[in-house]
């Protein structure tokens, strides 16, 4: 057996229900996206504006170069 191949190990029931956790929250996760997608673009904003008007603190103002950080800009 070449020394990179390593055999198939069976998850462990604690390890599948880890994966399928795993499973469940990213579904979970992008029907939220969708779902907030849908929301905003109905409220006529695009997704990204609705993030940056989400993350405004009125009392802790900041530059708009962390602003773009945040958002991944």
């Known amino acids: ?6 055999p198939v190990r069976q998850p462990t029931p604690d390890t599948q229900v880890a994966q399928d956790l795993s499973h469940v929250f990213f579904e979970l996760l992008m029907r939220h996206k969708l779902r907030f997608n849908e929301e905003v673009v109905e409220l006529g904003l ?3 504006q609705a993030r ?3 993350g405004i603190d009125p009392d802790q103002p900041r530059t708009m170069s962390e602003v773009a950080q945040d958002l991944g800009c």
Do not use: A, V
Request: glycine residues 0%; without cysteine; hydrophobic residues 40%.
């Open 1 to 6: 057996m070449s020394p990179r191949l390593r």
């Open 46 to 48: 695009s997704p990204i």
């Open 52 to 54: 940056t008007l989400l």
